[in-house]
């Protein structure tokens, strides 16, 4: 039943309801005991905002709250409770497998409600899965959903090879294993533990211990929202000294019960991981939580791999696994933290402590150059908009109605455009007397400092000047310093001038760039990084202190600096400036506000209007510098900076870029976070590159580049191929985004203890809509004369509210022939193409109501997968006419480009067996162009009369997967043993995090290699192919993991048949590698009845076929028949013959 290996764990793992848990203090609590709050800051400056999470008060719970946890036993009594190390907090014990293992888990339930167990990572039956939800299934296979209070169940959990580490991914996977009868309220009352699964010959027989590495850490990284918890009732209860005067709807009250936590320690007070130089570490993390959980790990003075890519910081989403490999090498004590601003304030942070275990002491050897800087931090009076006018519309950006007003108009309670800022200024010599003046190259540079270069085997010194009026510093992330240079504010019993530069002093800093740092074979030859100031990390960013920083290969840079092999460098920061944050915002209030003592600095929308969505400081079109010939090579380093709501995906429409050999056109960025990419741009013209989402574009985080022909012929490609024309209409109609409510009704009914999430969007009342919305779709017709809709097969009914699925070979041409069949103007446009009409501007024209327009979209070779990528890579398309309003609206679709020769005559793929296109979106319907009439039509209301309170506006948030919510997406069907493509499409705004779980399958995605995971993160601009063998029969969850998105009903089910169930559609692919899929129902949509033939049912074309092979077997079969009759006739005649020689004649008479 199980494959063969070792029957590794029968782990005895109970599930109680701990008295307490504190949140700060390194230690367990007994019912019996004082609770005394442990506090140990490792910032100097964190107290101020501390007492909210940790002071008990008439309406604080405080740092203790009770919390229901995994705990692991000897044996079958319960009694003996196997330690762990304390730095794994309130998660459960560590389950270790090797690929071919089997895990076997005893559950016993100790708590007062029920619970489950469900893994990451493994294969699992039905009745192993651990997960409450209307999956079809009954009697046994639901005893594993649920383990009531004082029952036991058994879960077993075999490590398959199909979820083994991928050749590139580390030894040993990073998974979890957590309760899912409610799985954003169990994991918040604290129910999750880490699960690593092995490449063969990495653990010990008993117990499991790893072989390959000197120590391993696992730490979860999440908003802790006790708010979710099952027992914030009774926390409140046992810990708030005035229980009676709570409201638990207060948003101060629940601010203060979301803990961010490391392994459920904050402020410092995750107990220290102790490590040896020279120790091979490997970091296990992972992050569990909702729409504000990202999170950008920074492990302070150590580099390490991920994906085998050189870095110091990662990207931690809901349900994000990485394990990292780390020599440490830099002795003292070091911080991880989050990155992110307002989790870093919050608490996120911990230290780890690489000890000179030995007498030797790690000295990096350095044979390359030193290379000096002089820098100082100056204040400068900063204007985000120097050219007076939003270069997208033409229109000042002070105009009335627009959408540059907020930010720019300055009045009696408004600051305007300029800032009073402070930035990294670069000066010649260590007198500090003479600027470096930027050359037209940097011009775009803005509000950066200057770019800081080197290369492997060099030494950086930075000679700092504190020339403005605070305490301000200079700290690198990529390079290798010692504690005489590090920047940092921790308290870690150092002395640490650098890390305080008062105004008017000086401080030279000395980093080396050791092979240790070095990047990897396959990264690309230079590294972005970032530096900045660290005193008050928020504040000092915030106010401009930040400059992009390149760590190189040996070889790479000329004697001037610049890349080898490399036309343009351009560097961009994007970022939300926060100028309520700014050390300056008492004085931009003072100078630049007409009535300053009129200003209330915590009014919604003055504190809007100083949040500057910019791009190196430069918003709607003001950034100067980006020209590039047509042709040249261009390298962009792009950094990420800021606070929860900076997730932004960075387009460039009418260009591809290159990375780790995908092609993209756009590319996420979180805080702390630096990318390095490439572009060749093909075509002259003004370009555009933006954020794309959407609250960030209309803000003004958009730019323009020019690309001028320099004389450069064009690089022709071979002559375009086929060319695919269809014939789309935009068409407005009544959307439902959920026509059966049974999920949450038959979920409700399997866990009568829990709550029902749903009826906020999906019930109909005097206040909310419901499910039903007026919508705008594309919509495929057969022809031009747009009469007759061409109908859907049922492979293509999963698309649901997307247009076509539009496919096409590089080198081919798409003809959109677009009818206007809604009542206000719309387009048509495509990430990732060549869009022929849309001029030098890329301006995408517009589709009047009724009018009929054609759209032409080439696809050279840079449209089209990459050497890492896919066979197919997706796109998406949509309308431009208002990008946010026309998307809310319902207008999207798929486009997939794939590589030649994969495309069979009739435009399907020919290399796997089944595909589907999910878009996840939270379709904001309050920002549809139809919500007015929504307003009428449902809720019999004069909508300029309507109020929209907060309810109402939450209600109409659909959190769709193709525009399904709740389970109503259908279609998603496949058999066993085939391969299947998922082409995953990532749209929307700041919540707009998806990470996308498969229950029971896991997958390759590809980056530059291929890599395992059960889970996709999904981002606005990020389109992903995913390549998943499915091979568990079974109807299985898939869903987003982000704790909102599960209840606000992003699920939905896929079903793998076994072949023999004969229900699927017949593969189009043809491989000699596998043995077909039993045919069964038609792949077009055409034949509609089967023939009963030799006791199976088949479609008439497989009828047919195997009439075919019978009969050509026949035939061959009477052939040989007949051969082998000549045959055997011959050879008697041949025996007669001789007998006739020898005896015919008659000797005897002679």
Not at 224 to 251: H, M
Not at 511 to 528: G, I, N, R
Not at 726 to 742: M, Q, R
Not at 1037 to 1048: E, Q, R, S, W, Y
Request: net charge neutral; proline share 5%; aromatic share 12%.
């Amino acid at each position: 039943m199980y494959p063969k290996g070792r029957m590794l764990l029968q782990e005895k793992v109970s599930l109680k309801t701990s008295v307490c848990s504190d949140m700060t203090a390194p230690r367990a609590l007994a019912e019996s005991e004082k609770l005394h709050p442990v506090s140990v800051f490792v910032l100097c400056h964190s107290s101020r905002l501390a007492t909210l999470f940790l002071e008990r008060g008439p309406n604080r719970i405080g740092n203790v709250y009770k919390k229901a946890i995994y705990r692991q036993y000897t044996d079958e009594t319960y009694s003996k409770e196997i330690p762990k190390p304390p730095w794994l907090g309130f998660l459960g014990p560590i389950l270790r497998a090797e690929v071919d293992d089997v895990i076997v888990i005893h559950l016993k339930n100790f708590a007062s409600r029920p619970y489950s167990l469900h893994p990451h990572g493994v294969f699992y039956t039905k009745d192993s899965e651990g997960a409450l939800y209307p999956d079809g299934t009954s009697g046994k296979n639901k005893f594993d959903d649920m383990v009531a209070p004082g029952k036991n169940y058994t879960y077993v959990w075999p490590a398959r090879e199909e979820y083994a580490p991928a050749f590139a991914d580390a030894n040993c996977l990073t998974w979890v294993y957590h309760s899912h009868i409610d799985a954003p309220k169990d994991i918040c009352s604290g129910l999750i533990g880490p699960l690593l699964v092995c490449k063969k010959g990495i653990l010990t027989n008993n117990p499991a211990i790893r072989t390959d590495v000197n120590k391993e850490f696992i730490v979860m990284f999440t908003l802790v929202d006790e708010n979710q918890s099952w027992y914030l009732d009774e926390n409140i209860r046992n810990f708030c000294t005035a229980p009676g005067t709570v409201d638990k709807g207060d948003a101060v009250f629940q601010r203060s019960n979301k803990m961010h936590a490391l392994n459920g320690y904050l402020f410092g007070n995750f107990p220290e991981p102790e490590i040896c130089t020279g120790d091979s570490v490997s970091w296990h993390l992972f992050g569990m939580g909702n729409e504000i959980d990202i999170h950008s790990i920074y492990f302070y003075g150590n580099t390490f791999l991920s994906r085998g890519h050189r870095t110091d910081t990662v990207n931690l989403f809901p349900a994000t696994f990485l394990t990292l490999e780390m020599i440490a090498e830099n002795a003292g004590k070091w911080m991880i933290t989050c990155q992110v601003s307002d989790h870093l304030q919050a608490g996120m942070l911990g230290q780890y402590n690489v000890r000179t275990c030995t007498n030797d002491i790690y000295q990096p050897t350095l044979k390359g150059r030193e290379r000096s800087y002089f820098i100082a931090a100056e204040k400068v009076l900063w204007n985000y908009g120097p050219q007076g006018y939003n270069k997208y519309s033409g229109l000042p950006l002070n105009a009335t109605g627009s959408e540059s007003e907020p930010f720019f108009t300055q009045g009696e309670t408004r600051i305007g455009g300029k800032y009073w800022k402070v930035q990294y200024v670069e000066y010649i010599d260590a007198t500090f007397t003479r600027r470096k003046s930027r050359s037209e190259a940097e011009s775009h540079l803005g509000i950066l400092g200057p770019v800081i270069k080197a290369e492997v085997g060099d030494t950086i010194t930075v000679t700092f000047a504190n020339k403005a009026d605070r305490v301000y510093s200079f700290l690198p992330h990529g390079v290798f310093y010692n504690k005489a240079s590090d920047a940092a504010p921790n308290l870690d019993g150092f002395q640490k001038m650098g890390a305080h530069v008062k105004p008017g002093d000086k401080f030279t800093y000395r980093w080396m760039v050791p092979e240790s740092v070095s990047p990897t074979v396959d990264d690309p030859s230079c590294l972005t990084y970032m530096y900045f100031s660290a005193v008050d990390p928020i504040k000092d960013t915030s106010s401009g202190l930040v400059g992009p920083l390149l760590i190189c290969k040996r070889n790479t840079l000329k004697d001037d600096g610049t890349q080898k092999g490399i036309d343009k460098e351009f560097y961009l920061l994007f970022t939300v400036f926060d100028e309520n944050l700014s050390q300056y915002l008492d004085e931009n209030i003072r100078k630049f506000t007409w009535r300053p003592f009129g200003v209330d600095k915590e009014d919604k929308d003055f504190v809007k209007s100083n949040r500057m969505h910019a791009i190196n400081g430069y918003m709607f079109g003001n950034q100067p510098g980006l020209d590039m010939c047509k042709g040249d090579k261009v390298s962009w380093h792009m950094i990420g900076m800021g606070t929860d709501t900076d997730m932004h995906g960075v387009y460039f429409p009418g260009n591809t870029i290159h990375r780790r050999g995908t092609h993209k056109d756009t590319l996420a960025l979180f805080p702390h976070m630096a990318t390095t990419a490439f572009m060749q741009p093909d075509r002259a013209g003004i370009f555009k590159v933006f954020c794309s989402t959407m609250d960030h574009f209309t803000r003004g985080m958009k730019q323009m580049y020019e690309v001028s022909g320099c004389g450069n012929m064009a690089v022709l490609e071979k002559p375009y191929g086929m060319i695919r024309t269809f014939y789309i209409a935009a068409e407005e109609l009544e959307w439902d985004y959920a026509p059966n409510k049974n999920w949450e009704t038959e979920k409700h009914h399997l866990d009568a203890g829990g709550e029902r999430h749903g009826d906020i969007f999906m019930n109909r009342t005097e206040n909310w809509i419901g499910s039903q919305y007026k919508k705008a779709i594309y919509r495929e017709y057969t022809n031009a004369e747009f009469v007759e809709i061409k109908a859907r097969s049922p492979r293509e009914q999963h698309l649901e509210i997307l247009g076509p699925l539009i496919r096409a070979e590089v080198g081919d041409t798409i003809l959109i022939v677009f009818k206007n069949k809604a009542t206000r103007p719309y387009s048509i446009s495509a990430h990732g193409v060549e869009d022929v009409i849309s001029g030098e501007k890329f301006a995408v024209p517009i589709t009047m109501p009724g009018e009929v327009k054609t759209y032409q979209w080439n696809i050279p070779k840079r449209s089209g997968p990459g050497p890492s990528d896919p066979n197919c890579i997706p796109w998406a398309y949509y309308s431009t006419a208002n990008f946010v309003k026309d998307t809310y609206s319902g207008l999207m679709g798929p486009l997939i480009t794939c590589r030649e020769g994969v495309l069979n005559e009739k435009g399907l793929r020919s290399d796997i067996d089944y595909e589907f296109a999910l878009l996840f979106l939270v379709f904001n319907e309050n920002k549809s162009w139809y919500l007015d009439e929504n307003i009428k039509k449902y809720l019999n209301k004069d909508p300029r009369k309507f109020k929209h309170t907060d309810d109402f506006v939450e209600s109409n948030k659909m959190h769709a997967i193709n525009g399904k919510i709740f389970g109503n997406l259908h279609g998603l069907i496949m058999n066993e043993n085939t391969m299947t493509n998922w082409y995953l499409l990532g749209i929307g705004n700041e919540i707009d995090i998806h990470t996308v779980h498969f229950h029971a399958e896991s997958f390759l995605f590809k980056s530059d290699k291929s890599f395992r995971e059960d889970v996709y993160d999904l981002f606005p601009g990020t389109f992903q192919t995913i390549e998943l063998i499915a091979d568990h029969p079974g109807t299985w969850l898939l869903h987003c993991h982000v704790t909102d998105h599960i209840h606000a009903g992003m699920e939905t089910t896929y079903t793998v048949f076994r072949n023999l169930d004969n229900r699927i559609p017949y593969s189009t692919k043809t491989s000699p590698k596998k043995e077909p899929v039993s045919p069964t129902a038609p792949t077009d949509g055409i034949d509609k009845e089967n023939i009963h033939f030799f006791g199976k049912d088949l479609a008439p074309r497989a009828a047919k076929a195997a009439l075919v092979i019978l009969f050509t077997i026949g035939l061959l079969l009477s052939l040989v028949v007949i051969a082998l009759f000549l045959i055997l006739r011959s050879l008697r005649n041949r025996m007669a013959y001789r007998a006739i020689q020898t005896c015919a004649l008659p000797t005897d008479a002679l």
